[in-house]
């Protein structure tokens, strides 16, 4: 059986003490973190091929 969604606006329940502009800044900052940890992930693995010992 397939669930399905309604259709219409979802509220999502705040935490206590974070407004909407608090939470858009630290997904924000998630994103940015997001990015730094994939490019330094792909650096890495790039240096790897470059520096490959047999």
Not at 16 to 34: C, D, I, K, Y
């Amino acid at each position: 059986m397939i669930a399905t969604r309604q259709q219409g606006d979802v509220e999502m329940d705040l935490p206590q003490g974070f407004t909407p502009e608090e939470l858009g800044r630290r997904r924000a900052a998630s994103r940015r973190l997001a990015w730094i940890l994939g490019l330094a992930a792909l650096a890495i693995y790039l240096l790897g091929f470059i520096y490959y010992r047999p």
